[in-house]
């Protein structure tokens, strides 16, 4: 593994550590040291062989004649605290001008951008150029209508971050054609 690689995955690791750190505050918001403990083990999990080994699996539906997404899923566990939940976070993969189709998300999700520029529009709202560093929010089951990295040079990832029923997934739903 090169060096901009191991660099990369433990800036990857770094993120979804402060994105637990968030998680687990607003699920235990009277309980800090016990989040901080929970965050430790957590974050530690991510580098032990069971998630160093995790598959790049695909992910949201492509849309025809653009590149499709791919996912890391770098940790699936579940919430202590919020019994029958589990906190999942992945890295989606966006190669230059690659979209997915519409899509739901089986239980909340956030969505915070690692690197380069993405677009994105859920149900009923406008669509949003998102930067490094900018994250979005999205209500279970709502409809994700377009999910895209619109550089035709530069690829794009972002850190999910699931809060969902038990079972780490399926955690895309893909969205039936509309009948003609």
């Known amino acids: 593994m090169s060096a901009a690689a191991i660099r990369r995955r433990w800036e990857v690791i770094g993120l ?30 991510a580098g032990r062989p069971m998630f160093a080994s995790m598959p790049t699996i695909p992910g949201a539906p492509a849309v025809p004649g653009h590149p499709a997404t791919s996912v890391r899923v770098l940790s699936c566990e579940p919430l202590p605290d919020a019994p029958g939940k589990n906190l999942t976070t992945m890295v989606v993969d966006f190669p230059p001008l690659a979209r997915s189709a519409p899509h739901r998300h089986p239980g909340s999700v956030t969505a915070f951008v690692i690197s380069g520029h993405l677009r994105s529009q859920l149900q009923g709202g406008p669509v949003v150029d998102y930067s490094a560093g900018q994250s979005w929010f999205e209500a279970p089951r709502i409809l994700h209508m377009l999910a895209e990295n619109p550089d035709p040079a530069r690829a794009a990832s972002l850190l999910a971050v699931f809060v969902t029923d038990e079972n780490c997934g399926p955690l895309v739903i893909p969205e039936p054609p509309a009948s003609p």
Do not use: H, N
């Not at 994105?19 to 687990?24: C, P, R, T, V, Y």
């Open 16 to 45: 979804a550590a402060l994105s637990l750190a968030a998680a687990g505050w607003s699920l235990m918001p009277s309980a800090r040291q016990s989040a901080l403990q929970w965050i430790d083990e957590v974050c530690s999990a």
